[in-house]
């Protein structure tokens, strides 16, 4: 006989504090020591997780860098220099410069280890590819002929690295990220699942009524510390190399079309995308599923907000929203007066009838 499953938790109610964000196991002092803090009252009290403040306890810590200290039960608060807040015989406090650092330092002690250098039997690598001794191939990887795989780099299950690819010095490629042949990435550079660098672009000619594909000759060139979100595409040049500067971060989903060059530094939400031959300055922010029309550039420091889309060149320090996308202030003024369209319509309306 089947059972009703049980009916799930009335919205907004909070489930039980169920499984921590990480465990501790430390003192309120050597968590101190570990994040560069000053303890204000007990520094001996002891830890035994990080939690968010909603759920914590007395034998909690809670890092707090947006909300307010009030009402959290944790046994210990990491607060900012001038947080307003006090050290109690229930409560210790860990003064920081930066929270949110002190919370990456925390978080990084809970990730899982970095799988041990080696190869799993079930890897796949050409006589002639170049493999640091203590890289890691996970199962089913495939280094495929003259590729090369930096110190301490990773490739996970089902990841491939393809011909005459070249994989920079701690480098980590989550399962199933690809990297086609003859691209080449920095060091520290991240794939998330389901990535690919190097893809055809999307190249193609009328003839006849007929689509015929071009071929595409040339890479992509990943430049250090860049990080690429699951199911993130980076298509190759089609004579030149598309270019991703150093230290780029792109979410997940976040297509770059055929020839695109990106500076240093620059952030693309979910979702966004490129078209081809963009060229993007540093240190540029793109709000999700924003984009870039074709051969257009987009200067340094531009903000592109999310959904917005430039047809044109966008200027540095620019701050674009709306479809098509302007200025900021151009947007918002448009927006308020479509709010007042119904107030306006009513009055014209009435004056025509003349009441």
Do not use: W
């Not at 059972?3 to 799930?8: D, E, I, L, Q």
């Not at 280890?113 to 006589?127: F, I, N, T, Y």
């Not at 071009?214 to 595409?233: C, I, N």
């Amino acid at each position: 006989m089947m059972t009703r499953p049980a009916r799930p938790a009335a919205a907004g109610a909070l489930p039980d504090r169920g499984r921590p964000l990480m465990k501790l196991e430390l003192t309120v002092a050597e968590v101190a020591a570990l994040i560069d803090g000053r303890v204000e009252g007990a520094g001996e009290r002891r830890l035994a997780a990080l939690r968010a403040p909603e759920r914590a306890g007395p034998e909690d810590l809670v890092v707090l860098f947006r909300a307010a200290a009030e009402g959290c039960a944790a046994g210990c608060l990491v607060l900012g220099p001038d947080d307003p807040a006090t050290a109690n015989a229930s409560r210790s406090l860990i003064r920081v410069a930066r929270p949110e650092a002190a919370l990456d330092i925390l978080a990084a002690r809970g990730q899982p280890p970095a799988p041990a250098p080696g190869r799993h039997p079930s890897a796949v690598v050409a006589d002639d590819a170049r493999v640091a001794p203590d890289a890691s191939l996970g199962p089913h990887s495939v280094v495929a002929a003259g590729a090369q795989v930096g110190p301490r780099s990773r490739l996970g299950p089902g990841a491939v690295l393809g011909a005459g690819a070249v994989l920079g010095a701690d480098c980590d490629l989550r399962a199933h990220a690809v990297v086609e042949h003859g691209c080449v990435l920095g060091d520290r550079v991240v794939l998330h699942a389901g990535a690919v660098v190097g893809a055809d672009g999307f190249g193609y000619r009328q003839d006849d009524g007929r689509l015929l594909k071009s071929p595409q000759v040339g890479a992509v060139r990943v430049g250090d510390d860049v990080e690429l979100g699951a199911g993130a595409t980076i298509d190759r040049g089609r004579l030149e190399d598309t270019v991703i500067g150093a230290g780029c971060k792109l979410d997940n989903q976040v297509h770059v079309a055929h020839n695109c060059q990106l500076g240093e530094g620059c952030a693309l939400a979910a979702q966004v995308g490129l078209s081809g031959g963009v060229s993007v300055g540093a240190g540029v922010l793109m709000g999700g599923r924003s984009g870039v029309a074709d051969g257009l550039s987009v200067g340094a420091g531009a903000v592109l907000g999310g959904g917005a889309v430039a047809f044109q060149d966008v200027p540095a320090g620019a701050y674009l929203l709306g479809y098509p996308a302007r200025d900021h202030r151009a947007f918002k003024r448009e927006v308020l007066s479509l709010r007042r369209l119904p107030d306006l319509i009513a009055r014209l309306r009435s004056e025509a009838r003349g009441t």
